[in-house]
């Protein structure tokens, strides 16, 4: 079965500290990737995804992704992170065009010391 | 950008009632809509997929005869969480997707069951 793992499960960072977080998949085929952000109170939201084409997306808020398809990986980063980052990061997949099933990874904690 | 909308936010019954969320598309129609659980501190597991006027498809080890879900027009589906019992007490979030085909899911505010 697919699954997502992301390898840290609570980040704590200083504002303008540089922010790099792990996401691998386990599905040799046709993925599509994202990265959901979820704010305190608020809902989840997308923040970037891969379909195709340049491996390097980059999304809302300075924030990118890198996907590896060697390393089936698809990790987060932003240069240089704020307070009104302090959320917790989902990267999903869809596999194999299944069409809309996310499967989520558990989810990152980050919190951003002003 | 496309709004889903649950309710209640929160909901605490006694162990053996039932329950019904309410998972709302606002500005779109959706034929199809998901139900995902999340324990805490763990990811989002999804439940079912909810389709407008026929059965809805649930995942490997979920229960269909107590998580009945219906999705009645294209912009309502429930769940209803039945029998509940304190296991069952969890975060429940539906999601919907986007009209364009571009796989990105619109998600709902999450519904909170606490069972007794």
């Known amino acids: 079965a697919q699954s997502v793992s992301q390898h840290n499960h609570h980040v704590i960072l200083s504002e303008a500290a540089s922010l790099e977080l792990g996401c691998n998949y386990s599905?040799?085929?046709?993925?599509?990737l994202f990265w959901y952000v979820q704010y305190p109170g608020q809902h989840l939201q997308l923040l970037l995804k891969?379909?195709?084409?340049?491996?390097l997306v980059k999304g809302i808020k300075g924030f990118e992704a890198e996907f590896i398809k060697s390393k089936f990986s698809f990790n987060l980063r932003k240069p240089s992170v704020q307070w009104s980052d302090t959320a917790e990061y989902f990267c999903?997949?869809?596999?194999?065009?299944?069409?809309?099933?996310?499967?989520f990874g558990t989810g990152t904690l980050l919190a951003v010391q002003p | 950008g496309a709004v889903v909308s649950q309710h209640p936010s929160w909901v605490i019954c006694k162990s053996g009632t039932s329950v019904k969320i309410e998972c709302r598309s606002l500005?779109?129609?959706?034929?199809?809509m998901f139900w995902y659980r999340q324990f805490p501190k763990q990811s989002l597991m999804l439940m079912a997929t909810?389709?407008?006027?026929?059965?809805?498809?649930?995942e490997q080890g979920v229960e269909k005869d107590k998580f009945l879900i219906n999705h009645a027009s294209l912009t309502l589906s429930t769940l209803t969480v039945t029998s509940a019992h304190p296991e069952d007490s969890s975060f429940y979030i539906c999601?919907?997707?986007?009209?364009?085909?571009?796989?990105?899911?619109?998600f709902g505010e999450g519904s909170r069951l606490t069972v007794l």
């Open positions: 599905y040799g085929g046709t993925v599509n």
């Open positions: 500005d779109f129609q959706a034929t199809t």
């Open positions: 999601s919907a997707p986007h009209s364009g085909g571009s796989g990105e899911l619109f």
């Open positions: 999903a997949v869809i596999a194999g065009g299944a069409t809309n099933k996310l499967i």
């Open positions: 909810s389709n407008e006027g026929s059965k809805a498809t649930y």
């Open positions: 891969y379909f195709s084409g340049d491996p």
